[in-house]
C-alpha cells in the first residue's frame, strides 16, 4: 500500500510565477491536509479538504493561496505571484474517513523561490 | 487559540545518557503526537497518546501524557547517535486540525 505521495519534491520558482503542488493521498482515504514548515520553525496548519470540499482554510494565507482536492486526481496547492518568504517544506497529509485523527504525512515538496 | 511549546529547543547529550523532552499545550485536547523528523525528510510518527496518564514505549523512548497539567514528555534512555533528529510534538485541535511545538533539535554526540 503506497504511502502518501506528493510532486514534484523540489520546486524552484522565480518571483512572480506560479507553483503547484500536488499530493495523492494514501489509498482509502478521503480526507487531506495541507501543512507548511518555514525553515527550523514547526509544521503550520493551513487547510482540511474532503472530495471537492473546503472543510477548514483557517492556514490559508487570504491572497495567492488557494487549495482543491477534486472528484479525480490529486489535491492541488497552488500559489500565484511566488514571493521569496515563500520558501518552505509543504506537507500533505491525509487520514481515512473513520478514525480521521490518524494523519499519514507525504514526503513533502521544497519550494524555493529565487 | 491553542499553543504547543516545547523544551529544550536544542539538546546536545552524550551517548549513554538519560535526557526528557517537555510538551505544554494551553487548551484541552483529546490527542497528543510524537513525531521525529530526520534533515530534509519527512515526519515519522512514534507516538499517540489519548489519554490521561498514557504511557508508550518504543525501544529507548517512552512517551507519556498528563492531561491536567496538559504536559507530555518524551524521554530518551542511554541515547545512541541514531537518535539525532528534531522531535515534534503536536496536539489535535478539534476534530482533524494538528498544531505543533516548535520542535526540539536532538544531537548526540559519541
Known amino acids: 500500500n503506497a504511502g502518501v505521495m506528493q510532486n514534484p519534491r523540489h520546486l524552484v520558482r522565480r518571483r512572480g510565477q506560479e507553483a503547484r503542488l500536488r499530493c495523492s493521498p494514501m489509498k482509502g482515504h478521503s480526507h487531506v491536509y495541507w501543512y507548511r514548515q518555514l525553515p527550523e520553525e514547526g509544521l503550520k496548519f493551513m487547510v482540511y479538504?474532503?472530495?471537492?470540499?473546503?472543510?477548514?482554510e483557517s492556514g490559508m494565507p487570504k491572497e495567492r493561496f488557494s487549495a482543491e482536492f477534486p472528484k479525480e486526481g490529486p489535491s492541488i496547492l497552488r500559489i500565484q505571484q511566488v514571493v521569496r518568504g515563500d520558501s518552505a517544506a509543504y506537507f500533505c497529509a491525509s487520514s481515512p474517513p473513520v478514525r480521521s485523527y490518524e494523519q499519514y504525512f507525504g514526503p513533502g515538496t521544497r519550494l524555493t523561490v529565487t | 487559540e491553542l499553543k504547543v511549546e516545547q523544551n529544550p529547543l536544542f539538546l546536545s547529550m552524550q551517548e549513554g545518557k538519560n535526557y526528557t523532552i517537555y510538551c505544554n499545550y494551553s487548551?484541552?485536547?483529546?490527542?497528543l503526537y510524537w513525531y521525529r523528523q530526520d534533515p530534509g525528510k519527512s515526519l515519522e510518527s512514534l507516538f499517540v497518546?489519548?489519554?490521561?496518564?498514557a504511557v508508550k514505549q518504543e525501544g529507548r523512548l517512552m512517551a507519556s501524557l498528563d492531561t491536567k497539567a496538559r504536559l507530555s514528555t518524551l524521554h530518551i534512555t542511554a541515547a545512541v547517535h541514531d537518535l539525532s533528529a528534531t522531535y515534534f510534538c503536536a496536539v489535535l485541535q478539534g476534530a482533524q486540525k494538528l498544531v505543533f511545538g516548535q520542535g526540539t533539535r536532538l544531537t548526540i554526540n559519541p
Open positions: 479538504l474532503q472530495k471537492e470540499n473546503i472543510i477548514d
Open positions: 487548551t484541552t485536547s483529546d490527542r
Open positions: 497518546l489519548l489519554s490521561n496518564g
